[in-house]
């Protein structure tokens, strides 16, 4: 089995770790210096002509797509058209994901929950309603279309909003992302990312898992791309799990085909356990990034044959099969990380236990020695028997590694 992932973050190389686990070659494009697993090849995610050479030339059976862009962009369309084994939802699926007026509409026609809203393709009708009093604060604005997870910005007053609204759709800080909007009522609770694996008709779960998006400990400072990540049973009871699935995951899947098409591969829902119950703050039409770490950590089943099911639409009577306990992961983020940050730091990287990962990122290896490339440079995974044992194994091997301004949250699956 030859098995192509595309993408280079962290979350890719969880995915390369998970299949290489799996038995076969593992290549990735253009994957990062970190994952010594694969075979790296530097072509961009979007070149989807030169995907497709690499992939004839090199005789791959698969490809496991790790970011949204190239599946919003259709890839998974292109690549099936010319006879090429993807997993992933298709364009129109991917819209999910890649219009939040297109998901929040779909959710609406379906009664899936999620925040009261509405949506605005001028910024004139959107300040007057800000002003005219439609909204309660705090309030969160939304542009419409993919910003790299920047997207979305919560307000506490009308003065705030409206310069919110202008940001996004006059000064056009988001590009065409803000060109329409979303304003949306804001949700109290506690966040969980909940990821299932569809074959278009049935799914499987993941385990119930959170990211930490600020940067500080004690979710303080600008949002980033994830500082953390637990995934673990005990997240969340049985009862709040059956409700996820039926009024919100199944009806995904079950009316996806009546209006547009099946719906398979990775559907992530980030959800807001509020006092009335889960509701849907965003779908995602992939894996998660950090989630991803984690999960493929705990997996117990072989995530090559997960995929493949989904592909071949077997996945009825299938469970994944899981590690025992907690598992997570901590982040590890160059100097100025969410903003500017320092780059070429070299990395060092003592004994770590036998029984803890490193996951790669914003890396480069130079002269047989790796140095930091990217905001977040590595994560470090580890499992234990609860979230206290699991932090107690990653947190005790954490500061074995080592680059000049490297910072990290401490409280990563402290929060539960
Ligand atoms: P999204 O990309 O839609 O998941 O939004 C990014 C982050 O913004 C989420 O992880 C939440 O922390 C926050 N957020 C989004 N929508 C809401 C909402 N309606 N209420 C409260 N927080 C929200
Ligand atoms: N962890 C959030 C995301 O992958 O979108």
Redesign the pocket.
Known sequence: MRTLILGSGGREHALVYGIKRDGGEVFAIPGNDGMEEAICENIGVGEFEKIYDFIKREGIDLVIVGPENPLVEGIVDFMEDRGVKIFGPSKVASQLEGSKIFAKNFMSEYGIPT?KFEVYDSSKRAISDIEGGKFSFPV?L?CDGLAA?KG?V?SNDKKGAISIVLDMMERKVFKDAGEKIVV????EGK?LSYMVISDGENFVPFVPSRDH?KVFDGERGPNTGGMGAIAWESLIDDEVKREIEEKIIKPVIRNFPRKYCEYRGVLYA?L?LTREGPKV??FNCRFGDPETQPEIFKMDSSLLEVIERSIDGKLGDFSIKWKKGCSLCVVLASSGYPGKYEKGKEIMVGNLDEDVKVFYAGVEKRGGKYFTSGGRVLSLTGIGTDSEDARKKVYSNVEKIYFEGVHFRWDIGEII
Do not use: D
């Open positions: 925040a969160v939304k997870g979305v919560i949306e009522e804001f949700l966040e998006k980030g807001m703050l965003e």
